[in-house]
């Protein structure tokens, strides 16, 4: 069973940085694309930022210049580095990623999330 657990998330003043972290496990797979998303009260799940798997990167506009996405595939994570936190940013962060399994082919694959929180 595919399992992909977020960490890192939590409360920061404006300004302020945190690093997610996710990591996917659950036996032999193949991984293409990871990324993440966020999802604020109120509004829809919104892209963030991913990562191929020969590390061409994609950024939404508005966090272009502050957050940084990563991957380390010898441990099947993908970070996501967030400076100069903005309340805005306060949203639950989920990974994702799409992965290859032999028997069952490409899918998608979604973590729990994590909140984070920014005051102002």
């Known amino acids: 069973q595919i399992q992909l657990v977020e960490s890192g998330g939590g409360l920061v003043q404006a300004g302020g940085s945190l690093r997610l972290s996710c990591r996917v496990s659950?036996?032999?797979?193949?991984?293409?694309?990871m990324g993440w998303h966020r999802q604020a009260p109120g509004k829809q799940r919104e892209l963030v930022a991913t990562?191929?798997?020969?590390?061409?990167?994609y950024y939404a506009d508005s966090m272009r210049d502050r957050f940084t996405i990563s991957r380390d595939d010898a441990w099947n994570t993908v970070h996501l580095q967030m400076n100069n936190l903005k309340p805005e940013d306060t949203a639950v962060y989920y990974c994702?990623?799409?992965?290859?399994?032999?028997?069952?082919?490409?899918?998608?694959?979604w973590g729990q999330g994590t909140q984070v929180i920014v005051s102002s």
């Open positions: 659950g036996g032999t797979f193949s991984i293409a694309t």
């Open positions: 990562i191929t798997d020969g590390g061409t990167t």
């Open positions: 994702n990623c799409n992965l290859w399994r032999s028997g069952i082919g490409t899918k998608d694959y």
